[in-house]
């Protein structure tokens, strides 16, 4: 964090938004009072500070994910299925087509 705590109680940023991203969370702000909350106006200073925040997040996760052995791509769990609802499996013996049993057609 390269804010700090008294500069984040000067400008008065919530408990809640004093993380990595709060020093820039804190021009962001003054831009926006500044500029009366006009989207428009603050575009540049929203997206550093967004883009700070998505990649503290991926860091996070890819820190948890090797941190604890499990891989990053995993597959979903297998449910095992009551018996009553298995699909039925294929047997071993072709089915016989019902066309078959009819004569061979003659020239």
């Given at each position: 964090m390269h804010a700090t705590q008294e500069q984040l109680r000067d400008?008065?940023?919530d408990l809640a938004y004093r993380d990595f991203c709060a020093?820039?969370?804190i021009p962001l702000n003054d831009c926006r009072k500044a500029n009366y909350f006009l989207p428009w106006?603050?575009?540049?200073?929203?997206?550093?500070?967004?883009k700070c925040q998505y990649k503290e997040?991926?860091?996070?996760?890819?820190?948890?994910a090797r941190g604890s052995g499990v891989p990053v791509k995993s597959s979903p769990p297998q449910i095992e299925r009551h018996p009553r609802f298995e699909r039925?499996?294929?047997?071993s013996v072709?089915?016989?087509?019902?066309?078959?049993?009819?004569?061979?057609?003659?020239?």
């Open positions: 400008a008065k940023v020093h820039l969370l106006r603050c575009e540049h200073e929203r997206h550093v500070y967004e997040c991926v860091q996070r996760v890819m820190h948890d039925p499996r294929p047997s072709e089915p016989q087509n019902p066309r078959d049993d009819r004569q061979p057609d003659r020239a």
